[in-house]
């Protein structure tokens, strides 16, 4: 289970700043967001700032973030730029593609052939690292060499394996649901922290024809969170999860039971409208984006839609966020948050040039670099502390998570679907969406699962 440690620049001496500064008046709406023209890369600090000596070199940098124009791709490109110029010698050539899967998939073509670039974008997770870690392909990174960055302790457990690291996190990534702050006062609803709040709210929106939950179920990486949080819930302990995949334990357990009988209440309630498990990501989010949804579940990586001019703005203005409520018969509570660091950067361990491609990510990551940018620009949580980059000029939905992160008591770390191997993945994807189709009973899909997390622990030892 992954703990934040309070005073590490997060957790309850975070909170109170934050709650600090929002109450100084200062305004939410000047901070920019990934969609605007103001996303900058920090200046360079000046211990980062010497130009390297030597030879011509170029680095190749393969990453899933193909959009260059908005966001993390936009920064990402800034501060290779920048990096460039201070080190006239050393040139990043960038290689995107997207989605994820066509991106992991190419990863596994690289990985086969012994070819991968110098520099990728990586996963700290069993699925994705595992392979390339038994091919030796990926280069081992001094932890002691990061010391200094204010990452959070706990951020490098998914890219270390028997005691050596083998990527940088990069942010700190967690689950909610988003909600239309007018869409409830309009409606006299509160946020909801059981799962009998839960229900009032999803039958008072649809009796006023309101979607009530925007859902990505199309893909099913979502509903594996959102069950993994159930199960968290249904149980009291993250352990439940984690005992199944390294089979001390398995989800043969109640409390698997209970978390996908809740699975299916949420659905039969209406919760997420009718033809959700067709609906994609962009359609999710543009429902609840365009006010057609009152909220929408999904990472705080979303918090840029306060800033997204393709909304409306009595929507950009009135969004919030809150933990998953509590369920009925549950021993836990929205202060337990399914919370993990998933990207991050590794290094191609047969690469001809590991110390410049490790220098630049060390460059990347220093403590005014990727921290404070993505913060400042209102991108996502980095997984440093960046605390001493509040500016009192935050969004409400940044405050909003703020505080569910600061304010949380337990956190998930790694969830479920990512520690299962490549073909058990599929098996365990299936089978969450047959429940929500109702076309899976939850004792069946305890059987399919246990039998799949069997499976994957043989296959990954």
Known sequence: MLRVKRGAGLGCTLLATVIALAGCGSGASQVAGPDSPDVQASEPSA????????????????TNNSDRSVGQGRLEQELIDDYMKLNPNITIKVETLSPDPQYQDKIKVYNASNLLP??????GNTNFL?????????????????????????SMDGFSFD??????????????????????????????????????????????????IAMDGREAWTSGIWFDTLLQRASGTWDTSRKAMDRSGTFTDPATMEAARAMQRWVKAGAFGEGFLNQDYGAARNMFGQGKAAMFMMGEWEMGMAADTNFPEEVR????????????????????????FGGGYAVSNNSKHKKEAIAFLRWMFRPDGWSKSVWQNGITFPAQTYDQYLTGKET????????IFGGSKTYSGTVAQDKFS???????????????????TPEDFVKVIDEAADKSAKATK
């Open 47 to 62: 211990a980062y700032t010497q130009a390297a000596k030597g030879e011509n070199i170029t680095l190749s940098f393969f």
């Open 118 to 123: 110098d520099i990728i974008s990586a996963w």
């Open 130 to 154: 595992k392979p390339l870690i038994n091919n030796n392909a990926l280069a081992e990174i001094n932890r002691d060499e990061l010391g200094d960055m204010g990452f959070i302790p706990s």
């Open 163 to 212: 005691g050596k690291l083998y990527g940088i996190p990069r942010n700190s990534d967690f689950w909610v649901l988003y909600y239309n702050k007018k869409i409830f006062a309009d409606n006299g609803l509160q946020i909801p922290r059981t799962e009998a709040d839960l229900m009032h709210v999803i039958e008072t929106l649809r009796s006023k024809k309101i979607v009530p």
């Open 317 to 340: 203005n009135h969004i919030g966020a809150f933990p998953i409520p509590s369920i009925e018969g549950g021993k836990g509570s929205p202060e337990d948050l399914t919370a993990w």
């Open 396 to 403: 409400e939905i940044q405050n909003d998570l703020t505080r």
């Open 422 to 440: 490549s073909d058990t993945q599929k098996t365990y994807y299936d089978s969450i969406q047959k429940l929500e189709g109702l076309k899976m």
